[in-house]
């Protein structure tokens, strides 16, 4: 298992390095100038030319990488163009918001997904199975944007509950209760995304495990339905789920993104879409950066679960 962990932390560095890569030649591509954002459309052509050199631009590309991969690994990111703040202390505000809603999104998604998948997998195609089929059909085909407005327009505007709206996110260290309720439509969006995905993989995987011969052994020794369920299914058939959802959280920073943005929470995604706005340069690399690091973090640490609870992946 070892060895199996030290390859893909291997492979984990190399595609660290291929995003660096990316994050920063990211910034080049962008339209738009470093210098007429500072200094505006009327400067000169002599102060943006001493600008350049003070931010390093006029040296070639592949140097100013290498000092840009320099101030990275010293936790340097740069300086927001427009706030004058650092974009490492942008993205330290920021952070915890999105992992507050994904954690909390999660948190719903599985213990939805969990009974409902094992209730279903009892009795295949049976009453409760294709209810709840059609119900993650259903689910499934209802983007998180258009979700998260019918949600605002049902319970913040129609029943009145102020602290679901736009703009009314609370920070935690203010007070936890109104975060949480500020946070509660958009951590509902994303579970239910998330609760569609891991209701039919574990679904699936549960179906096809309780036709294993060892499930037969268990149900002749007069073992409950429950516990079969819980002691000899459900751990095979979790390295599914587990896979799924490494892939899941990844896709959810994206998704939202999106949210955050319509609800105004001043998360990773909002001040992303905000920095692209008013081309602060900076600020959309340095978190480009943060979150494709971060989804290969995630990985990482779910292929290390997934050899936890089934040691023959590493073996293989």
């Given at each position: 298992?070892?060895?199996?962990?030290?390859?893909?932390?291997?492979?984990?560095?190399?595609?660290?390095?291929?995003?660096?890569?990316?994050?920063?030649?990211?910034?080049?591509?962008?339209?738009?100038?470093?210098?007429?954002?500072?200094?505006?459309?009327?400067?000169?052509?002599?102060?943006?030319?001493?600008?350049?050199?003070?931010?390093?631009?006029?040296?070639?590309?592949?140097?100013?990488?290498?000092?840009?991969?320099?101030?990275?690994m010293r936790g340097n990111l740069g300086i927001s163009f427009?706030?004058?703040?650092?974009?490492?202390?942008?993205?330290?505000?920021?952070?915890?918001?999105?992992?507050?809603?994904?954690?909390?999104?999660?948190?719903?998604?599985?213990?939805?997904?969990?009974?409902?998948?094992?209730?279903?997998?009892?009795?295949?195609?049976?009453?409760?199975?294709?209810?709840?089929?059609?119900?993650?059909?259903?689910?499934?085909?209802?983007?998180?944007?258009?979700?998260?407005?019918?949600?605002?327009?049902?319970?913040?505007?129609?029943?009145?509950?102020?602290?679901?709206?736009?703009?009314?996110?609370?920070?935690?260290?203010?007070?936890?209760?109104?975060?949480?309720?500020?946070?509660?439509?958009?951590?509902?969006?994303?579970?239910?995304?998330?609760?569609?995905?891991?209701?039919?993989?574990?679904?699936?995987?549960?179906?096809?495990?309780?036709?294993?011969?060892?499930?037969?052994?268990?149900?002749?020794?007069?073992?409950?339905?429950?516990?079969?369920?819980?002691?000899?299914?459900?751990?095979?058939?979790?390295?599914?789920?587990?896979?799924?959802?490494?892939?899941?959280?990844?896709?959810?920073?994206?998704?939202?993104?999106?949210?955050?943005?319509?609800?105004?929470?001043?998360?990773?995604?909002?001040?992303?879409?905000?920095?692209?706005?008013?081309?602060?340069?900076?600020?959309?690399?340095?978190?480009?950066?943060?979150?494709?690091?971060?989804?290969?973090?995630?990985?990482?640490?779910?292929?290390?679960?997934?050899?936890?609870?089934?040691?023959?992946?590493?073996?293989?």
């Amino acid at each position: 298992m070892l060895r199996y962990l030290t390859k893909r932390l291997m492979l984990l560095v190399g595609i660290v390095f291929v995003i660096s890569v990316g994050s920063f030649y990211l910034i080049h591509l962008l339209p738009g100038n470093p210098a007429t954002v500072i200094l505006g459309f009327g400067a000169t052509p002599e102060a943006k030319a001493i600008l350049y050199k003070q931010l390093g631009l006029s040296k070639p590309i592949y140097l100013q990488y290498f000092v840009w991969l320099g101030n990275i690994m010293r936790g340097n990111l740069g300086i927001s163009f427009i706030s004058q703040t650092t974009v490492a202390s942008v993205i330290r505000s920021a952070l915890p918001i999105d992992a507050e809603i994904i954690v909390i999104s999660q948190i719903m998604a599985f213990a939805a997904a969990i009974p409902t998948a094992m209730r279903s997998a009892r009795k295949p195609d049976g009453i409760l199975d294709r209810v709840l089929g059609a119900t993650s059909f259903t689910l499934l085909s209802i983007p998180p944007y258009i979700l998260i407005v019918v949600l605002v327009l049902f319970i913040s505007l129609k029943l009145g509950v102020s602290a679901t709206g736009p703009s009314a996110y609370v920070p935690f260290a203010t007070d936890w209760i109104t975060n949480l309720e500020s946070l509660s439509l958009p951590a509902f969006t994303l579970a239910t995304v998330s609760y569609v995905i891991y209701y039919r993989v574990l679904r699936s995987d549960l179906i096809a495990t309780l036709q294993e011969e060892f499930i037969t052994m268990a149900r002749s020794k007069g073992i409950s339905q429950r516990r079969i369920m819980w002691r000899h299914a459900f751990r095979p058939s979790s390295v599914a789920l587990l896979g799924a959802a490494s892939v899941n959280i990844g896709s959810l920073l994206a998704a939202g993104f999106v949210v955050q943005y319509l609800l105004q929470i001043p998360g990773l995604g909002y001040t992303l879409i905000l920095a692209i706005n008013e081309s602060d340069f900076l600020v959309v690399q340095g978190i480009v950066l943060t979150v494709s690091v971060l989804v290969v973090a995630i990985n990482f640490f779910f292929d290390f679960v997934i050899n936890i609870v089934d040691p023959r992946i590493s073996r293989e």
